[in-house]
Structure formats: structure tokens, C-alpha cells
């Protein structure tokens, strides 16, 4: 951990010199996690602040900001004690003054010292998270190991999650053994969508009802595991699925594959975008893309940045895409890292259907359709 700790810090470092800043606070939880190597600041899931804020000075010091009633488990369970010095103050202080974390920074930095946050955590300080964010777009080796390790767990679980499914079962009985499987593998499902039939046709954002599986269905996580996540789709059909959702999900998959073949060190997210556009068409169906957005790189979050006409960002090595094309009635998707030889995908199923599509001699697999 001290090794991914410190290339982590180092990050830092360089973006508060390049910034001007003597120093930077991390509340968020996804940054929280992205630190600490897999810790958490969250009590209250309602809620994106954490109950904990780390800050990182430009010397390279680490500080754990909290109230008394969460600095002993902060200490005890959430970061290490040799590498983070702890900073404390008075639940009561915290709560009649809102600045009581930014003033509590201060107490430790140069006079007039310039401080920045991740998020808002009052006291007037500046937020940054697009210059945090910046900072773990790239996995550090030890990540990219928990995250091909999350991802391949995330891919069994819904695998099991699957022979699991009855017919007649509700949507949200559906998602509650997607989440049950996750959490025997010590993920959470962070979204968790459901479509049966008609459902999969009519939204693209499919939120679990009291509908009924007959025929075809859409099932969707995002596996959250100390603090990384991986996002899947996978389409099951009761019986051979009909010809116009085979041609649809090969024509997904064919997008998916000029994502991925698109997904190198450089490309900008506009780039892209422009990729996925001319498969919608070569496959037919130019329409669809603005029916939903694409994807684009994962990590912390189930999406940092997106892939859209105007995006900059650009692909880094080492950097995870979670790419999600999908047609009216179908969806491929998957996650994967980028490498110095194209991008692995981290979340394929066991005994699952595949789907193939070639570009420029490359072949890319995609989840194609389970019948069952």
C-alpha cells in the first residue's frame, strides 16, 4: 500500500505546484477511497460527502480531518496510522461553524496559505474535482490488479445472479439477486437497472419495477469494491431470441468494438464519440446514439467523463473505459483497461454467449444473448 500511497501523493504534489496551491482536501468519497487504497469516509449513503476529509500538502504530508466521533475509526479502519497525521476538533465546533474543516486545515499551513477541495466543504474554499479527478484517471499497478480482480468477481456474480432468474420474477426481484451475488463476492451494487419486454424498448435508464419477466430482459450493474467500480449489461431470453434482436445486439456489439479498437493512449473523448457515430450508421441505425450516451472512462466513479462531440479529455495508459452502446431493445456492455496492446475487458461471464466483430484484423468479443 505505502508504494501506491506514495505514487498517489506524488500525483498530488505535482497538480498543487502546477495549481499554485500549498494544499489540496479530499471529502468526496470516491477520492476518499481513491487515497486511502480502498477506504471509505461514508456513513450516511444519501449523502456524497464523507464524514472524513484527507488533506494532501504540497511538502507531501498527509492529514485525516474529522470530528471526535469518527477520528478513532478513521484511524483504526479506514486509513493507515503511519501515514496519514490526524487533525481533530469538537462535533460540537462542527456543527456551529460550517468552516470548522477549512479552519482546521489552516491551523497546520503558512500564514495566507492557498487551499483548494475537491468538493464543498464550506468556509469559502475552492472546489477542484476536475483537478483531482485528473490525478486517478490512471490505475497504479496494485489497482489494476483489485480492479481485474472486481471485475472478473462482478462478471461471475451476475453470472450466478442469472441461474438464478425464474420467469414471472419481478424486476425487483431480479436486482435483489444481482445484489445478493455481489455481496457474497463483497461488492455492492451501486446502480442496479432492470427491463423486462416491453420495458427494455421504452427506457434506456431502467429503474426495477413490479413488472414481470416473460420473454426478454436487460440486466445492469455497477460493482462498487473498495471504492472501484465495473459496470456490465447482459440480455437473457426465454427461448430462442426473435431475428431483430439478434441483428440489434450484433449491431451493438459492432459499436462496442469500434469503441474499444477507438480506445488508445491519446485519443480525445470527441474522437471518440466519432467513432461510435460512424458505427451507428455502418451498422444502420445513426439514430440511436443520441438516444443515450456511450460511456467513457470508469474508476472511482461509474463514469468520470462521458465520450461526447465536445469533450478534450484523452485516453491515458492504464486508464479504465466502461463502454455501454446500445439500440433500441439491447445493450452491450462492458469494462475494460487500457493497455499497451488495445484494452482488456475485466468483466466477461463465465458460459456466456459472445458476440464477435472484427476491425482493422482485430477480433472484439462483446456478451451477445443467453437463452435459457
Known amino acids: 500500500m505505502n508504494e501506491e500511497l506514495s505514487e498517489k501523493t506524488g500525483r498530488i504534489v505535482e497538480m498543487l505546484e502546477r495549481e499554485g496551491l500549498d494544499a489540496v482536501l479530499l471529502n468526496a468519497r470516491h477520492n476518499f477511497a481513491w487515497l486511502t487504497c480502498g477506504g471509505t469516509n461514508g456513513v450516511d449513503t444519501s449523502r456524497e460527502n464523507g464524514v472524513a476529509t484527507l488533506m494532501v500538502t504540497r511538502e507531501g504530508r498527509r492529514f485525516v480531518i474529522a470530528n471526535n466521533i469518527e477520528t478513532p475509526r478513521m484511524l483504526a479502519e479506514e486509513v493507515p496510522q503511519a501515514c496519514f497525521e490526524p487533525l481533530s476538533f469538537t462535533w460540537q465546533a462542527e456543527k456551529a461553524d460550517g468552516g470548522t474543516v477549512a479552519k482546521t486545515a489552516l491551523s497546520v499551513l503558512r500564514p495566507g496559505a492557498a487551499i483548494a477541495a475537491d468538493i464543498d466543504i464550506g468556509g469559502g474554499v475552492p472546489t477542484i474535482e476536475g483537478k483531482v479527478a485528473a490525478c486517478r484517471h490512471r490505475l497504479t499497478a496494485d489497482e489494476a490488479v483489485r480492479f481485474r480482480r472486481l471485475g472478473s468477481d462482478a462478471g461471475a456474480a451476475m453470472r450466478r445472479a442469472i441461474n438464478r432468474f425464474e420467469p414471472g420474477d419481478t424486476e425487483i426481484a431480479i436486482a435483489e439477486k444481482i445484489r445478493h451475488e455481489l455481496a457474497s463476492a463483497g461488492a455492492v451494487s451501486v446502480v442496479t437497472l432492470a427491463a423486462a419486454d416491453d420495458r427494455i424498448k421504452r427506457f434506456r435508464h431502467p429503474v426495477p419495477t413490479a413488472n414481470r419477466w416473460q420473454r426478454t430482459l436487460l440486466a445492469v450493474t455497477c460493482a462498487q469494491r473498495g471504492g472501484l467500480i465495473v459496470s456490465l449489461s447482459r440480455i437473457v431470453t426465454l427461448g430462442t431470441p426473435d431475428d ?75 486508464q479504465a473505459f466502461a463502454w455501454n452502446p446500445s439500440i433500441t431493445g439491447t445493450k452491450v456492455e462492458e469494462t475494460c483497461i487500457v493497455t499497451e496492446g488495445g484494452t482488456d ?28
Open 244 to 318: 431483430e434482436l439478434i441483428r440489434r445486439t450484433q449491431a451493438a456489439a459492432d459499436v462496442f468494438a469500434a469503441l474499444r479498437h477507438a480506445t488508445r493512449p491519446g485519443t480525445t473523448g470527441r474522437e471518440l464519440y466519432e467513432a461510435a457515430e460512424r458505427a451507428y450508421r455502418a451498422a444502420g441505425f445513426p439514430d440511436e446514439i443520441g438516444l443515450h450516451h456511450q460511456g467513457g472512462a470508469a474508476g472511482y466513479k461509474t463514469r468520470d467523463w462521458v465520450a461526447h462531440p465536445s469533450s478534450g479529455e484523452a485516453v491515458k495508459l492504464g
Open 345 to 372: 475487458v475485466v468483466t466477461a461471464s463465465p458460459d456466456f454467449p459472445l458476440i464477435a466483430a472484427m476491425i482493422g484484423g482485430t477480433e472484439y468479443l462483446s456478451p451477445g444473448i443467453l437463452s435459457l
